[in-house]
């Protein structure tokens, strides 16, 4: 089956957040499973760079307010990726200065419905024969980036009356729906009847994310809990009536772990290798981080990390004001993060007011990501809503427990650790309520299993055991697929 994966980010080449991560590992997973996947990706500079063997497939002619860019479409492989993709030329609308959504300022770009509207017309675009070599039967759209492809395929059926071909479009987080004003609704090309409240209107503005959740064949979100969570208010944001609506169409689909990215029994990024039966390397991995931050140089103290986007999201200022009583109970706590202000502000003033114990670093770094969560001994993940989740996959998996909160992919991902599941399902610490004590409350029972070294290695090994790669996520998708196509 051709199957197009269209999005924003991919990984390694370009990645804001995991939504680089499953667009990296999905597409060989799927391969592997007999699928014949190719991924439709703009043109950024990371992207173009990683390209190679490109041949121009078309020159395009999307409507009249994109064709300004003088856009193309070139068709290589990213070899990066391990995956054969087209990627949108278009200079005029992806290189900028700033990132791939906002400038250096963090202002979203004022033509970003323009930006990403070529995106999914580009998607169904192929869909209707752009490439006379390939044509997608399904093409599925990660992410309000892409979300009009289903639009623009719906517009391309009604216009051709029978269906192009199939969609999906997967929800990674909807809380970022691609909101803009109405006016801009003339200038995307789709028939006047889908600015409704039935179609791509929402209160009034164009929502992209409602185009794909509207228009698509079968909708997905990467957590089943997620998937419940996002058609009650609290959750919803807005678009829960429309999910309610479709709910027997929506799926909650685990992403799963890239092992040729994070497995640390081969990670290149660390200096020593470990697994489940060689935990003393995972010592080593501890003792050069601690040197690496300047921390006390304790075997004995736990570390507790964070790798995270800066955001409300995520629950930080929790462990802002937990990291006191953590330190006063013999932890270190180390963080690499970037993005709000005032909590990166926050977060150094922490280091700098307690440097043999808490460590901060600020940005984007990879390499360290993968050294951080290694040497550390608990990854924190406090989040107030969080779809899937990836860091604490990467916790269990590099034997580093997680402690989250019950919430999205987080509660479907970890088992708390209590007297009746020690020795059956614990994998990590879980609490409920979002506030510092919630969080500090599991923290205390982390440290107590800590205390006791071989209760800790049983759970640290069951955690490292539980099966996390991308084969049952890609079968799930395929039977997907398969029900549509
Ligand atoms: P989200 O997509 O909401 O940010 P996920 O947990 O799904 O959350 O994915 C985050 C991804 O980004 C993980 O691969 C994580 O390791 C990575 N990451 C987050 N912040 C940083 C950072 N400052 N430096 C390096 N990697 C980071
Ligand atoms: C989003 C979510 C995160 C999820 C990721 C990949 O960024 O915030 O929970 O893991 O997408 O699906």
Known sequence: MRVLQACAEIFPLLKTGG??????????????????????????????????????????????AMAATGARLLYGRLPACNVDAYVIDAPGYYHRAGGPYADAGHHPYADNHLRFALLGWTAAALAQGLDPYWAPAVVHAHDWHAALAPAYLRAAAEAAGRPVARSVYTVHNLAYQGLFDARHFAELGLPDHFFAMHGVEFHGHLNFMKAGLYYADRISTVSPTYAREIQGTEQGCGLDGLLRDRAHELSGILNGVDESVWNPATDTLLASHYD????????????????????????????????????????????????????????????????????????RAAAEANPAAVAVKLGYDEAFAHRLIAGSDVILVPSRFEPCGLTQLYGLHYGTLPLVRRVGGLADTVADTRLETLDTDATGFVFDEFSAAGLLQAADRALALYRRSADWLQVQRRAMAQPCGWDVAASRYLALYRQIA
Do not use: M, N, W, Y
Not at 34 to 43: E, Q
Not at 50 to 59: I, P
């Open 19 to 64: 939504l680089a991560d499953v667009a990296g590992a999905l597409p060989p997973a799927l391969r592997a499973q007999g699928a014949d996947v190719r991924v439709l990706l703009p043109g950024f500079a990371p992207i173009l760079g990683g390209l190679e063997g490109a041949v121009e497939v078309a020159r395009l002619s999307p409507p009249a």
């Open 276 to 347: 489940a039966a060689r935990l003393e390397f995972k010592a080593e991995c501890k003792s050069t981080l601690q040197r690496e931050l300047g921390l006390e140089p304790a075997a004995d103290k736990p570390i507790f990390c964070v790798v995270s986007r800066l955001t409300e999201q995520k629950g930080l200022h929790l462990v802002l004001q937990a990291v006191p009583t953590l330190i006063a109970q013999g932890a270190q706590f180390a963080l690499l993060g970037s993005g709000d202000a005032g909590l990166e502000a926050a977060f």
